[in-house]
């Protein structure tokens, strides 16, 4: 590994990270010269996925931004992911599951970049924030990456601090709305301040390494602080400061954060906003976090995840969730040998390959895998000669190994995601598994076309000028 590859993949410092990333890999980096809207990013990152394209994207002159530098699809490539954990697209899982299982405690510094500059008080404006209305549906300009952060509550056992990411527009000056949707560890902690009476210190984390950003959408027990999983993953103790009114605990060279506290008992309009399904969504917990200072880097670039449907939103949330599972389905079950969450099915589909030993496994793999994650709607299983990572060949092991009378089941009144606009208001759903495995009795020989043929069309059309794909 080259020393530019090695500084994408450890160090704390989102600029550290693009300047060795656009060293390393200038093909994969967009810089958008021109001067475009804010609602021009959606549209752009839309444009770059409709064309088979998932560059990063830097963007100096966004209008509304004040000069600030926009840097958003990071996470739209499982290759660009693969990357930062020293890895290619098929090692993804394993590699994230070895780098997290790595907890490294943080590492308490004096100070950091993200305390170049402090306002605190009456000296707190979040309508200066800069803020990307991202989809004409959308109430208003969104944060869309920020990494909400709370301490372990004293004196409850099994409670670690916690990050996880909600969104959030500005409702007054000093306040933001937000939706703890979720009902993840922070919705707990917020309930436990509320039985003690009391209010919860929060900081939200508006940029910092795309390594922190990934630990934070991992999936833990309630004992564990994602921030040991961020140094895990960059391989050294994440380097903190402590925020200068709560003293919460958080990236040193991060881009902005604001701290603050939630309210259990305030409540502001939020929604509708572009959600993971491919709608607006207006069901939220219409939180309110009154921000008491803002701290921010005098070089700060604002760190954006398009929301919506979007590769950069579903890969942040999916890889952690799809390397646990994988881990999970290899260890129980040997005989899988891949599982993707494909972009088409949002969080609520996923494909899993398997080599079948004996009859039924592959309905018991398809009911362990909807039984684990509560996203999950409809689970495919196919052999292993089927490519998971493509729809269209799904599809086909579909179309022709599937017969719906025996090899379709359905499982009602589980719980499921509340963002799911097909599920009851309070997330209740069904779930289908497909077995679209050969069977014990399937017969029909796959044609076959001899590599070297392959390889010979391959360079035909390349010599014409249409180079594949």
Avoid at 302 to 320: E, Q, T
Wanted: proline share 7%.
């Amino acid at each position: 590994m080259t020393v530019t590859e090695t500084a994408v993949r450890e160090g704390q410092d989102l600029h550290a990270f693009l300047a060795a990333y656009t060293a390393a890999h200038p093909d994969d980096v967009l810089t958008v010269d021109e001067e475009i809207a804010g609602e021009d990013v959606a549209a752009l990152v839309a444009e770059l996925a409709a064309r088979g394209r998932d560059e990063l994207l830097v963007c100096p002159w966004v209008k509304g931004l004040d000069g600030t530098t926009l840097v958003t699809n990071v996470f739209a490539s499982r290759r660009r992911v693969a990357r930062l954990l020293g890895t290619d697209p098929a090692g993804l899982h394993r590699a994230y599951q070895r780098a997290a299982a790595r907890r490294v405690e943080p590492r308490l510094v004096p100070t950091g970049p993200v305390l170049d500059t402090v306002a605190e008080g009456e000296a707190v404006d979040l309508t200066a924030l800069p803020l990307l209305k991202h989809f004409d549906s959308d109430r208003g300009p969104y944060l869309t990456s920020g990494v909400i952060t709370a301490e372990a509550p004293a004196g409850v056992p099994g409670r670690a601090g916690n990050l996880s990411y909600h969104r959030a527009l500005v409702h007054r000056r000093t306040e933001l709305a937000t939706s703890l949707h979720s009902r993840g560890h922070l919705w707990q902690l917020l309930r436990l301040a509320e039985e003690r009476g009391e209010v919860l210190p929060v900081a939200m984390v508006v940029g910092a390494h795309p390594l922190f950003q990934l630990a934070a959408s991992a999936r833990v027990a309630p004992d564990v602080d994602e921030r040991t999983l961020a140094g895990g993953l960059s391989g050294a103790p994440l380097d903190v400061v402590r925020t200068p009114r709560h003293g919460i605990r958080v990236p040193a060279s991060a881009e902005l954060v604001v701290e603050g506290v939630i309210d259990p008992a305030r409540t502001a309009p939020e929604g509708p906003f572009g959600e993971f399904s491919g709608y607006s969504s207006d069901r939220s917990t219409n939180n309110v976090l009154t921000v008491h200072s803002v701290l921010r880097r005098r070089d700060a670039v604002l760190f954006d995840v398009v929301g919506g449907n979007s590769a950069d939103h579903l890969n942040l949330a999916r890889i952690p969730r799809e390397s646990e599972m994988a881990e999970q389905l290899m260890a129980r079950f040997p005989e899988v040998t891949a599982l993707h969450y494909p972009t088409s099915g949002t969080h609520f589909h996923a494909y899993v390959a398997l080599r079948q030993a004996r009859p039924g496994q592959a309905r018991q793999i398809l009911l362990a895998l909807l039984g684990w994650d509560p996203y999950l709607k409809t689970v495919v299983a196919v052999d292993d000669d089927v490519d998971v990572t493509r729809d269209e060949d799904v599809l086909w092991a579909l179309a022709t190994h599937l017969q719906p009378h025996a090899d379709v089941f359905t499982v009602d009144g589980l719980p499921g995601s509340p963002l799911d606009p097909s599920s009851t208001p309070d997330g209740t759903t069904s779930r289908m598994g497909l077995d679209a495995t050969r069977g014990p009795h399937f017969d029909a020989v796959r044609i076959r076309t001899d590599p070297a043929r392959t390889a010979r069309a391959r360079a035909l059309l390349d010599r014409r000028g249409a180079p594949c794909g």
